[in-house]
């Protein structure tokens, strides 16, 4: 699996990016496709993710702002990014990796995590910037 990160840069407050991630991979390996951001100094954190069903999660302070998709035919995970800040400023990764076993409701289930340790592939990371 190879996943390919572009579409980064610089922009000002305010402004907006588009973030692509093109991959290539086998559907039968992997469920999960996600977007993980880290500033300088700063632990990896999540932004979101999507998976084989089209199911969307998103970091809640994120809500409004940035919007998951993807594009089965192209194999290509979207973040677009409006209204952005300063604190958004650093390298954005696309992940894949499986569902991770746990429980619903009681019962088992399997979903895609927020832990950057439960995705198997990386890409190399775009920046961006605002300032």
């Known amino acids: 699996v190879q996943l390919v990160e572009s579409g980064g840069g610089s922009v000002q407050p305010g402004g907006s990016l588009t973030l692509s991630c093109t991959s290539s991979?086998?559907?039968?390996?992997?469920?999960?496709m996600g977007w993980f951001r880290q500033a300088p100094g700063k632990e990896r954190e999540w932004v979101g993710t999507i998976n084989d069903s089209g199911d969307i999660s998103r970091e809640l302070s994120l809500e409004g702002r940035f919007t998951i998709s993807q594009d089965n035919v192209k194999e290509t995970l979207y973040l677009q990014m409006t209204r952005l800040k300063p604190e958004d400023s650093g390298m954005y990764y696309c992940?894949?990796?499986?569902?991770?076993?746990?429980?619903?409701?009681?019962?088992?289930?399997?979903?895609?995590?927020?832990?950057?340790?439960?995705?198997?592939?990386w890409g190399q990371g775009t920046q961006v910037t605002v300032s």
């Open positions: 991979r086998s559907s039968s390996t992997t469920y999960c």
């Open positions: 992940a894949a990796g499986p569902r991770r076993l746990t429980s619903c409701g009681g019962q088992p289930c399997s979903t895609c995590t927020r832990s950057s340790d439960d995705y198997t592939y």
